[in-house]
């Protein structure tokens, strides 16, 4: 397109309205829809990857200003006005710190694991979508979707990357050639094992009441009310779903009472107790990407997403952040709440009471969707 | 054109990793190496519209039963193969059971490359039902397991249970309720 037409293209454009008038002004630089919309999804890319690490930083704020109300003291309360800039501190300690590696340690795959760690959680979100449909106010002309992809098997994709991770704590136990090391990674990859299954089969359960295995499409098919005021989200079809998703959520992040692979009482502190500097960072800020994902996806799962009363769609994604910010509290709750199980009553539970307990309601949803063909 | 590109990357990826598998001491390494393979084929899958058949590969094989060897590898502590005890004499000079893996191994090449001989005509489309992203749903290849290939998806599952009371019964030692 020359430029004397894209001028005139633009201006007819800005004529359509006020919002207009930004798409406008690409058009005289000589941009069309597709190359801005491109732009756009880059935009929403990074800006998903940059509020995970975020994510990562404010957790570990909030659980430490959580832990301090809830044991009667401040938490950390000199960087920055109350404390808010401890993170930015703990990271550039960590950043200064010395890079140990011990001499028996098996030196490729001490490396490798927090890589696998921190990447299998970044690539997990993927296919979280975090927001409906939207035009940014007029810029676009078709609609984007708020999230970083959407493919038809989104649920699968979360599950199957997040699966991955347990490398990286094992592998971390494993090269780091230390007996406290070997036995919390042996403990993490029991353990992960275990509550995969009831969190696959609780999956299955909502995939079945949706009918897709896009997280997009489920989603939105909890928009509306029942009755006009009960919000048709899947956590009133699937209570005991959502229990066991939570449950092995807390499971599959490592996090107390679960939190075996780095239970400091019996193993110093577990996979990670040779890891020092950048290298230990990574495992903490995998785990904390990790709970972030494992709320958002329970947030689309079971609290509908985006959709929520009093905001325009457009707004989705402040009931979005909301609802995963809760789930979030109620991981750091439950944490300073609840003490360590014993591990021989962690497997139990696992196998004789959450696996059956999921395996019973996916029969039962079966059921039912067959029943009323939902 | 890039996925011809993308094709070649995850099929040297494929191959190579598996080629470095058994070419590892350090069984720790063949098993990181069999996931990147896993990964590669994945992504084969999902350039051939069956997004649901790579998460698949990656959930089962990948996720769960690599963890189970690498499980096993840990527990047993081998970090090398027993150099010194290694049988270096020609497979096929070997005795018993060496040579009948040998033999084996011999007839798997033959049978791969008459079998690769045999096809023809890989650029034209695959002769089936609708188009791919349909032969590729979940929902189709639900349909299919349970009515067309039932018979053999049911003898799977079971042939898989019986291995499993197996395990568990020769790992239950005597005197053990």
Not at chain 1, 81 to 97: E, N, R, S, T
Not at chain 1, 130 to 151: H, M, N, Q, R
Not at chain 1, 264 to 291: C, D, H, K, W
Not at chain 2, 16 to 41: C, D, E, K, W
Request: net charge neutral; aromatic share 14%.
């Amino acid at each position: 397109m020359h430029a004397a037409g894209a001028v005139a293209f633009g201006a007819a454009r800005r004529s359509g309205g006020p919002l207009n008038a930004v798409g406008g002004w690409w058009f005289v630089v000589g941009w069309d829809d597709m190359d801005l919309r491109t732009l756009v999804q880059l935009g929403i890319i990074g800006f998903t990857f940059f509020m995970l690490i975020n994510a990562s930083a404010i957790l570990v704020l909030a659980e430490r200003k959580i832990m301090g109300f809830m044991q009667q003291r401040y938490g950390p309360y000199l960087v920055g006005p109350h404390g808010v800039l401890q993170p930015l501190a703990d990271i550039l300690k960590l950043l200064f710190k010395e890079e140990l590696r011990p001499k028996d340690a098996d030196k490729w795959l001490f490396t490798l694991a927090p890589m696998i760690s921190v990447t299998a959680a970044f690539a997990a979100f993927a296919t979280v979508p975090w927001g409906a449909e939207t035009t940014f106010f007029g810029l676009l002309e078709t609609p984007v979707k708020l999230g970083v992809s959407d493919i038809n098997v989104g649920v699968l994709v979360v599950f199957a990357i997040t699966s991955m991770g347990v490398y990286g704590i094992v592998l971390a136990g494993w090269s780091s050639n230390s007996k406290y090391s070997l036995l919390g990674g042996l403990r993490s990859s029991a353990q992960m094992i275990s509550y995969e299954l009831a969190y696959a089969t609780a999956l299955a359960s909502v995939v079945m009441l949706a009918g897709s295995l896009s997280l997009r499409d489920v989603v939105d098919a909890q928009a509306g009310y029942w009755w006009g005021f009960i919000p048709r989200w899947y956590l009133f079809l699937q209570p005991v779903g959502f229990i066991i998703y939570v449950i092995a959520g807390v499971a599959e992040t490592n996090r107390a009472p679960f939190d075996f692979p780095e239970a400091e009482q019996e193993l110093v502190a577990g996979y990670n107790t040779e890891y020092s500097s950048v290298r230990f960072a990574l495992f903490p800020q995998a785990e904390y990407i990790n709970m972030a994902t494992m709320s958002a996806v329970a947030t689309d799962l079971y609290l509908g997403g985006w959709h929520g009363p009093f905001l325009p769609a457009e707004y989705g994604w402040i009931w979005f952040l909301a609802k995963v910010g809760l789930i979030l509290f109620t991981y750091i709750w439950v944490r300073w709440t609840v003490p360590r199980y014993r591990y021989d009553q962690l497997m139990q539970f696992g196998w004789k009471w959450l696996f059956p307990a999921a395996v019973l309601n996916l029969i039962v949803t079966a059921a039912l969707v067959l029943y009323f063909n939902v | 054109m890039s996925d011809t590109i993308l094709f070649y990357l995850l099929a040297g990826v494929a191959i190579g990793a598996s080629a470095l598998v058994i070419g590892q001491r350090n069984p720790m390494y063949s098993i990181m190496l069999l996931i990147t393979s896993f990964g590669a084929l994945a992504g084969l899958y999902i350039q051939l519209d069956a997004p649901f058949v790579a998460m698949a590969q990656i959930i089962v094989y990948a996720g769960a039963i690599m963890v189970l060897f690498l499980f096993v590898v840990m527990l047993l502590n081998a970090p090398q193969e027993d150099a010194a005890g290694w049988d270096r004499a020609h497979p096929m000079r070997r005795t018993g059971v060496g040579r009948f893996g040998a033999l084996l191994a011999v007839l798997l090449v033959v049978q791969l490359t008459w079998a690769l001989g045999r096809v023809a005509g890989l650029d034209a489309p695959v002769a089936g039902r609708g188009d791919a992203a349909v032969v590729g749903s979940v929902r189709e290849l639900g349909r299919v397991l349970f009515t067309d290939y039932v018979f053999a998806f049911e003898a799977t599952s079971i042939l898989i249970l019986a291995a499993m009371v197996g395990a568990v019964l020769l790992a239950r030692r005597e005197g053990d309720r």
